[in-house]
C-alpha cells in the first residue's frame, strides 16, 4: 500500500482509534521495559561523553514531537489525521498518530542515524572537478528516510490496521520526502553545527512542542 485507500472503512478504523488516545484500557509492563531501555541508551552515551550522539537523538525527537503536534491538529479539524495509530497495536498512544513504542523508537532514531555516518559524517561522494559531491549526512538522511518509509508500507498494509491512512493522495512518498527527511536532516546536521545556532535551534523545538502540549492536550484538542 503506497497511499491511502480513502475508503469508509479506513475512516471508521481512524474514528475508532481517537477513542484510545490516552486510553490505559490496553496498557501493560512493556511500558515499562522499553522507558528503561532508552533511558539506558542516552545513559550510557552521556557517560562516554558522546553528546553529539545525545544530541541527534533529541534534535530528531524534537522535530518527531513537532510534527505528531500538527498532524493531531489536523486530525482535529478535518476529522482524519495524515496518519493514524490503531489503539489494538499499542500499550498506550501518546497522540492520534503516535504511540508509545512508536515514539520511544523515534527517541533513539537519531542517535542510530548519526552513528551510522561513521568517523567522517563530511566525507562527499560522486565528486567532480565542477561538482562538490553529495555530502555523507545527506546521503545517510535520505537512506534512513527511504528506509522508514518501507516499513511505513508494512505498517500501513497489516491487517490489524497498525498504522492507517486515509488520505489518497498521502503515503509513502510523501512521507519520505515531507516527513522522514527532515527528522534525519535534523539528527545528522544539527549536532555539529555551531554550538549557539545548535542550542537556540533546540531550545525553540523544545519550548514549542512543550507550549502546544500544555495548551492542547488541556483542551482537548489533541
Given at each position: 500500500?503506497?497511499?491511502?485507500?480513502?475508503?469508509d472503512?479506513?475512516?471508521?478504523a481512524v474514528e475508532?482509534?481517537?477513542k484510545?488516545?490516552r486510553?490505559?484500557?490496553?496498557f501493560n509492563w512493556?511500558?515499562i521495559f522499553?522507558?528503561a531501555?532508552v533511558?539506558?541508551v542516552?545513559?550510557?552515551?552521556?557517560?562516554?561523553?558522546?553528546?553529539?550522539?545525545v544530541?541527534?537523538?533529541?534534535?530528531?525527537?524534537s522535530?518527531?514531537?513537532?510534527y505528531e503536534?500538527?498532524?493531531?491538529?489536523?486530525?482535529?479539524?478535518?476529522?482524519?489525521p495524515?496518519?493514524?495509530?490503531s489503539g489494538?497495536s499499542?500499550?498506550?498512544?501518546?497522540l492520534i498518530?503516535?504511540?508509545?513504542e512508536l515514539?520511544?523508537?523515534?527517541?533513539?532514531a537519531?542517535?542510530?542515524?548519526?552513528?551510522?555516518l561513521g568517523?567522517d559524517?563530511d566525507?562527499?561522494?560522486?565528486?567532480?572537478?565542477k561538482f562538490k559531491?553529495i555530502?555523507m549526512r545527506?546521503?545517510?538522511?535520505?537512506?534512513?528516510a527511504l528506509?522508514f518509509s518501507v516499513?511505513?508500507?508494512?505498517?500501513a498494509?497489516?491487517?490489524n490496521g497498525s498504522?492507517i491512512?486515509?488520505?489518497?493522495?498521502?503515503?509513502?512518498?510523501p512521507v519520505?520526502i515531507?516527513?522522514?527527511?527532515p527528522?534525519?536532516l535534523a539528527?545528522?546536521?544539527i549536532p555539529?553545527?555551531?554550538?549557539?545556532?545548535?542550542?537556540?535551534?533546540?531550545?525553540?523545538?523544545?519550548?514549542v512542542?512543550i507550549?502546544?502540549?500544555a495548551?492542547?492536550?488541556p483542551?482537548g484538542?489533541i
Open positions: 500500500m503506497l497511499f491511502g485507500p480513502g475508503s472503512a479506513a475512516k471508521r475508532e482509534a481517537f484510545h488516545v486510553s490505559t484500557d490496553n512493556t511500558f522499553i522507558l531501555v533511558f539506558y542516552y545513559w550510557t552515551e552521556i557517560k562516554n561523553k558522546n553528546y553529539k550522539v544530541i541527534a537523538g533529541i534534535a530528531l525527537y522535530v518527531h514531537w513537532f503536534i500538527m498532524n493531531a491538529i489536523i486530525g482535529k479539524v478535518t476529522g482524519y495524515l496518519w493514524t495509530v489494538d499499542s500499550t498506550f498512544v501518546l498518530g503516535v504511540s508509545w515514539s520511544m523508537m523515534f527517541s533513539i537519531g542517535m542510530i542515524s548519526y552513528k551510522m568517523d559524517p566525507k562527499r561522494f560522486f565528486k567532480t572537478e559531491g555530502s545527506l546521503i545517510g538522511a535520505i537512506g534512513m528506509l516499513v511505513e508500507i508494512f505498517l498494509g497489516t491487517t498504522f491512512w486515509v488520505y489518497k493522495w498521502w503515503g509513502a512518498i519520505f515531507t516527513t522522514y527527511i527528522f534525519f539528527s545528522n546536521y555539529d553545527m555551531k554550538p549557539k545556532t545548535r542550542n537556540i535551534i533546540l531550545i525553540v523545538l523544545v519550548s512542542n507550549l502546544l502540549l495548551i492542547l492536550v483542551l484538542i
